[in-house]
């Protein structure tokens, strides 16, 4: 599957460092999210776009910024993170943040904290 | 907000053999999704539920929608090696919430 791609797939990076994940959609989606993904514990929201405006922001530390050009872009961006921000993070879409429509994931970006 | 539980965490079976997965709300479900991850991969929709009561198939899986809307399983006749994976449910919180929870998953692994 094409349909949501992430770069990059893999990344370390050390507690100082800044660097920012991307995803892109070319499903024609309205809605895009962030999840983060750790080994004891479920997915977990982190951020909803529905026509590149935040509609939701489920307590995530500000170290997390978003960013949301257009409806097909979504980055977020890292700084100074933490060890236990080690996770795989993985982006999705749908055709709209409604209770209807299934999400579409990308591969995730598995990122390493050292 | 609404959570979903799913179980059991884990399940071993030999192939050939049948599985079942269970997701167990306390509210009641406006409707629920299933989705698969195969190992190092990301989650992949595999069906919806809306009405009470529904079951659909696909294959060799069956899904089912409680009465009440309160539960939902995911049934595996004879499980094959390309069945492994972990099966996640996921439900919206209700009105005005774009927050999709997904339950913890069951981990199927498949002994040839």
């Known amino acids: 599957e094409t349909g949501v791609t992430q770069t990059p797939r893999h990344l370390v990076m050390g507690m100082t460092n800044k660097k920012s994940l991307k995803c892109e959609q070319h499903l024609g989606h309205n809605a895009m999210y962030w999840y983060k993904q750790s080994a004891k514990k479920p997915l977990e929201l982190m951020f909803v776009?529905?026509?590149?405006?935040?509609?939701e922001n489920n307590s995530v530390p500000s170290r997390f910024s978003p960013e949301c050009p257009n409806s097909s872009h979504l980055f977020l961006h890292l700084h100074t993170l933490q060890p236990e921000d080690s996770a795989l993070y993985l982006c999705?879409?749908?055709?709209?943040?409604?209770?209807?429509?299934?999400?579409?994931f990308g591969p995730g970006t598995r990122l390493t904290v050292t | 907000g609404q959570q979903v539980m799913q179980i059991p965490q884990y399940q071993h079976v030999q192939e050939g053999e049948d599985f079942t997965t269970y997701c167990n709300s306390s509210?009641?479900?406006?409707?629920i999704q299933w989705y698969k991850q195969r190992p190092g991969g990301h989650p992949v929709f595999l069906i919806q539920l809306v009405k009470s009561g529904e079951v659909k198939k696909q294959k060799r899986l069956t899904f089912q929608f409680g009465e009440a809307k309160k539960n939902s399983s995911l049934h595996i006749t004879a499980t094959q090696t390309t069945d492994v994976g972990t099966y996640f449910c996921?439900?919206?919180?209700?009105?005005?919430?774009?927050?999709?929870?997904f339950g913890k998953g069951t981990k199927l692994s498949v002994i040839p």
């Open positions: 999705a879409s749908s055709h709209s943040p409604s209770a209807h429509y299934e999400q579409y």
């Open positions: 996921a439900a919206y919180s209700g009105a005005g919430s774009y927050q999709l929870t």
């Open positions: 509210t009641t479900l406006s409707n």
């Open positions: 776009y529905n026509f590149k405006e935040q509609t």
